[in-house]
T-cell receptor, first 115, second 111 residues
Framework: NAGVTQTPKFQVLKTGQSMTLQCAQD?????MYWYRQDPGMGLRLIYY???????DKGEVPNGYNVSRLNKREFSLRLESAAPSQTSVYFC??????????????FGPGTRLTVL | AQTVTQSQPEMSVQEAETVTLSCTYD???????LFWYKQPPSRQMILVIR??????QNATENRFSVNFQKAAKSFSLKISDSQLGDAAMYFC????????FGAGTRLTVKP
């Protein structure tokens, strides 16, 4: 039982390049989330998916797109990377919908640097 | 807006002693959840303890306990018998529709 997995672990991009961060969970959870973590700040929610086929914006969605491919997988795409998107990105999942405020389980994170 | 404030950027404790990490939050909601997450150098976010706002009894998990003061909007974490493995960043989080995190407290444990 791997929990929440993320790929890649590290990535360096040039400004304007695009990339997709992958996330998968094997806990049969309904909800999945993408966060970013910046120095001196807590995690901030980018997007979430309460169930397969639905996505919603979080606190900081600008510059990102997401896809809930199926119940297991939730990807985050940067279409045109900017230096301000340099951050550590975390994927998380929870059993129920966000409004139930269930415990979230986190992946190991992806450190992204945009030059 | 929901905000979570951790006023102690860094804390230090001697091994085997007790330390308390502070957290305050701001909300107009009456029903919500509060969490403490631990982030060791591996970056993995690990749930330490969780508290439902409608429960008056403070949550405990082995050496970890909380002091939840709903009227004061305060949610502190007490770590008893501190161990070297407790050294990490600790994040307080508040959740209604989505989860909001504080900026974190870095805990150092001295042998």
């Amino acid at each position: 039982n791997a929990g929440v997995t993320q790929t890649p672990k590290f990535q360096v991009l040039k400004t304007g390049q695009s990339m997709t961060l992958q996330c998968a969970q094997d806990m049969n959870h309904n909800s999945m989330y993408w966060y970013r973590q910046d120095p001196g700040m807590g995690l901030r929610l980018i997007y979430y998916s309460a169930s397969e086929g639905t996505t919603d914006k979080g606190e900081v969605p600008n510059g990102y797109n997401v896809s809930r491919l199926n119940k297991r997988e939730f990807s985050l795409r940067l279409e045109s990377a900017a230096p301000s998107q340099t951050s550590v990105y975390f994927c998380a999942s929870s059993e129920y919908a966000p409004r139930v405020s269930d415990t979230q389980y986190f992946g190991p994170g992806t450190r992204l640097t945009v030059l | 807006a929901q905000t979570v404030t951790q006023s102690q950027p860094e804390m230090s404790v001697q091994e085997a002693e007790t330390v308390t990490l502070s957290c305050t939050y701001d909300t107009s909601e009456s029903d919500y959840y509060l969490f403490w997450y631990k982030q060791p150098p591996s970056r993995q976010m690990i749930l330490v303890i969780r508290q439902e706002a409608y429960k008056q009894q403070n949550a405990t998990e082995n050496r970890f306990s909380v002091n939840f003061q709903k009227a004061a909007k305060s949610f502190s974490l007490k770590i008893s018998d501190s161990q070297l493995g407790d050294a990490a960043m600790y994040f307080c989080a508040y959740s209604v529709r989505d989860m909001r995190f504080g900026a974190g407290t870095r805990l150092t444990v001295k042998p």
